[in-house]
């Protein structure tokens, strides 16, 4: 697909490229004006169809709709010919998208804006739904301060300001509200682009975004984590009966997936004697001194790395070197910090397989003309973020293995157990 990410360097190092960025197509906002300086939106980075192109190539006439908090879930998702592809703006809490996909924001839209929906939580707090001590226990939710955050519910939502400004939309667009929000919208979706009222199949894809950003601030056996999902239940369960309404469940198939998982904190973990650990000073210590060591073998002449560890092939052929050979004393170097239990380089990516379970992992996420050079591997269980929070990435299967659920009318319950991709989906 050429996603390696959600940015990375172009490999002559003058910039960095957003994964959804396109100069040519400039977001269009509700009060007319266009976004500037290269904050343009598009699926031209995109190298690959989707599941909407494979449905139009099927089938002509289908429809294709997509939409997410985030422009790059709904952007991916839509894939390179959809119908309409929408997006939360988190300076003015309105959805939005590109000139890509419209000349101008379409009429309903603007509409749906009008009724200032994330205005409704401003001045509310969030406070969870009420659970039991014994609902907690179950999911392994730590319902106290553990110590690392300054306090737990209620949150508020944006800044001490008297109005609502970029502050405030921002935070909403990181609470269940947002899921709500979104569920809204998809309803209006369903009935602008008369979604499953033929007999040709459309479809529509909906990123719930928000547990994302709960999952990084929080970690997954939050009270917060958890209340998003009992959240997200009912915004899907309105958005089921809105279906059946207007659709007939019979009529209509359900995929319900997550593009990652999350490391619970490490603090979590050794709370419950659990391995864990997060990055330390003396972690980042042992990479920048590596650096350094690099430096002083190949010489203070040049500057080696364009960005991270994106090498300079510039400065590796004016020294008459082989990229393989600074490759593997860099990686070898890294190696020696500890938590790196591996360092994957372009050569070995792009050489002959091993059968390495997790060389295949980095393997299917390397792209040439877009990847680093110096892959990281951790150690499994630790965290290579600091502060207070989580994130994903490794290859483990705590960020690996997501759900694939099904509905899919006519058929019972049942239970496929073997290792599937995501894409599998279409099928």
């Known amino acids: 697909s ?13 910039k960095q490229t957003y994964c959804v960025g396109d100069d040519r197509s400039p977001v269009l906002f509700s009060d007319g004006s266009q976004s500037k300086g290269g904050e343009g939106r598009s699926p031209r980075n995109l190298l690959v169809t989707a599941l909407g192109d494979w449905m139009k190539d099927s089938n002509p006439r289908s429809r294709v709709v997509s939409a997410s908090r985030k422009d790059r879930a709904a952007v991916l998702m839509g894939g390179k010919e959809p119908d309409g592809v929408f997006w939360y703006d988190p300076s003015s809490g309105d959805f939005v998208t590109s000139a890509f996909y419209e000349d101008e924001l379409p009429g309903w839209l603007l509409k749906f804006n009008q009724r200032n929906i994330p205005e409704e939580s401003f001045g509310e707090l969030w406070n969870p739904l009420p659970f039991t001590i014994k609902a907690l226990q179950a999911k392994q939710v730590l319902a106290k301060d553990f110590g690392w955050f300054a306090s737990g519910f209620p949150h508020a939502i944006g800044s001490s300001s008297p109005v609502p400004n970029s502050a405030f939309y921002n935070s909403f667009g990181g609470t269940p509200f947002m899921d709500d929000y979104l569920g809204e919208l998809a309803e209006l979706l369903i009935e602008v682009y008369e979604l499953g009222r033929d007999e040709h199949p459309d479809y529509l894809g909906l990123s ?3 547990l994302d950003s709960v999952g990084h601030s929080y970690g997954p056996h939050s009270p917060e984590s958890l209340d998003t999902v009992l959240r ?7 958005l089921f009966d809105r279906v059946d309404r207007t659709i007939g469940l019979e ?6 997936t997550a593009d990652h998982g999350a490391m619970d904190l490490p603090e979590y973990r050794r709370i419950r004697n659990q391995e864990g650990l997060r990055i330390s000073a003396e972690d980042i210590s042992c990479v920048q001194q590596q650096g350094e060591a690099f430096v002083k073998h190949f ?8 960005h991270g560890f994106y090498l300079d092939y510039s400065d590796i052929g004016r020294q008459n070197l082989k990229r393989e050979q600074v490759e593997r004393w860099a990686a070898d170097a890294l190696a020696r910090c500890r938590h790196i239990r591996r360092v994957w380089t372009r050569t070995e990516l792009e050489g002959p397989p091993t059968g390495d379970r997790f060389e295949k992992l980095y393997r299917d996420s390397y792209y040439p003309d877009r990847s680093p050079d110096l892959l990281i591997q951790h150690e499994e269980y630790f965290l290579p973020a600091s502060g207070t929070g989580t994130t994903h990435g490794s290859p483990y ?13 006519g058929t019972g319950p049942s239970r496929v157990d073997k290792r599937v991709a995501t894409a599998d989906i279409a099928p």
């Open 232 to 238: 997200l239940d009912r915004t899907i369960g309105r």
């Open 2 to 14: 050429g996603i390696i990410g959600n940015q990375w360097y172009e490999k002559d190092g003058t």
């Open 208 to 210: 719930f975004s928000v």
């Open 397 to 409: 299967d705590y960020d690996a293995h997501v759900p694939m659920v099904f509905l899919i009318p």
């Open 251 to 256: 009529h209509v198939a359900f995929a319900l």
């Open 299 to 306: 010489g203070a002449d040049e500057d080696w790395f364009l």
